[in-house]
């Protein structure tokens, strides 16, 4: 027989963890905490595979609880103890009226549920809703779960629209300015648009579109996602109405310090992208460059970690935009950040864009000599789009805290960015064969091909 050891919570789960006792079979309580901090620690220890709770869980967050679903223990909440938000966050509500031999089955069914759950948990987490699965809900309790969160929000949130993530590396090559224009382009495309800053190293789309009253708008829906609270309403209350062009995109700022990155944590972040892609048609979002998950390794694995967000989006994302700049370092950084961004992207749509294309930085033939680099150095998905290099039109548009479709409409730039609109719209083309590049021996191809060399 498995015995299945279970910490308790809460004075009130007393008179059915003894009937539990009672019944000498393979569910057995080893630690009867005294507060959540001890039940905390009995979780990350290892204690106990279910933690059933009753006082107490009204201080429960979806962090605390990836805490103890990263020990290896399943939650179980006492009815009438905060029990709906706890449910639209996973766990398995306990009838008030069950007798012990009910809660020992529904801990057996609540363990069986999470050891077939992936065991490897990465910057997606267990409490964040996912469009290909459903929470898992053990069958005996499926009945009474239903009346229990009746009127409530149910668990997880069918994603129906699609996530665009703007990724660049290093080197501001004008992430920003890409994502702020494409959603813009997107919503004068008839889409009902979302617009999220989850930078933690540079957070400016507030500053693109002259938000003076800045409020860390995703810092606040997380927080909300945290507690289990973040439905449909909440986020639009959260997201700031911005008028573009005669249209409205719907913004959820950055953070108004770097060092509040701890605040968007990898489960939160998710919540919120998939209640974004619930709630819009396209949710684009400007994440940060740094991709690296060497902070794994750290002595404390549970706690926050600065490049979470920027994984947590690439990995939610339906298409990447990747922007590099055109230049003989935006182009090699590209290059090298690519196979990167299509591993922490798995099943995503790979759009690659050049930006900043300009003769002085590039050669007299810019766009040919990025296509034999390319062509020669790159394994993945070919250049879809440049993007001219106008300083003027750009300035006057941040002077002005708007979009090029407002203060510069006919320019080479806007047309730019409204294909790219339309290319993240469309349907993926199918591979084709890329045969040798147009021209071999320009200036600015030696010069990347003998930096990626080195």
Known sequence: MTVLPVMALGVSTWPLVDGIERLHGPVTVVRRCLDLTELLAAARAGLGRAALVAEGAEDL?????????????????????????????????????????????????????????????????????????????????????????????????????RIVAVWGPTGAPGRTTVAVNLAAELALLGQDTALVDADTYGPSVAAALGMLD??????????????????????????????????????????TRQDRWPELRSSAVAAVLERSAHEFGTTV???????????????????????????????????????????????PRLLKGLPEVAASAPGARLVVAVNKLRRSAAGRSPELGIREAWARFGSGPAVELFVPWDPEALDEALLAGAVLAETAAGSPVRAAFRTLAERVLSPPEAPGEEGDPPVRGTRLGGRIGAWLRR
Do not use: N
Not at 88 to 110: I, M, N, T
Not at 136 to 142: I, K, M
């Open 214 to 255: 800045e409020a860390a708008g995703l810092a606040q829906a997380c927080r909300l996602a945290d507690q289990g609270r973040l439905d449909g309403a909440a986020l639009r209350r959260t997201a700031a109405d911005v008028a573009v062009a005669g249209r409205t995109v719907r913004v959820l700022t950055g953070l």
């Open 61 to 161: 967050t979806a962090s605390l609880l990836e805490q103890i679903r990263l020990g290896g223990a399943a939650l179980l909440v006492m009815e009438g103890h905060d029990h709906r938000r706890l449910a639209g966050l996973g766990a398995v509500v306990v009838p008030e009226r069950a007798d012990p031999q009910d809660a020992a089955q529904l801990v057996e069914e609540a363990v069986a549920a999470a050891s077939a759950a992936p065991s490897a948990v990465g910057y997606s987490d267990v409490v964040a809703p996912d469009p290909a699965r459903e929470t898992a809900v053990p069958a005996g309790a499926a009945a009474q779960a239903d009346s229990d969160l009746d009127g409530a929000e149910p668990p997880s949130v069918r994603r129906t629209g």
């Open 285 to 331: 979002v400007d994440c940060g460059f740094a991709l690296e998950t060497d902070e794994e390794f750290t002595v404390d694995t549970m706690a926050p970690r600065r490049h979470a967000a920027a994984l947590t989006v690439l990995e939610r994302a339906d298409v990447v935009v990747a922007v590099g700049a055109a230049d003989t370092i935006g182009v």
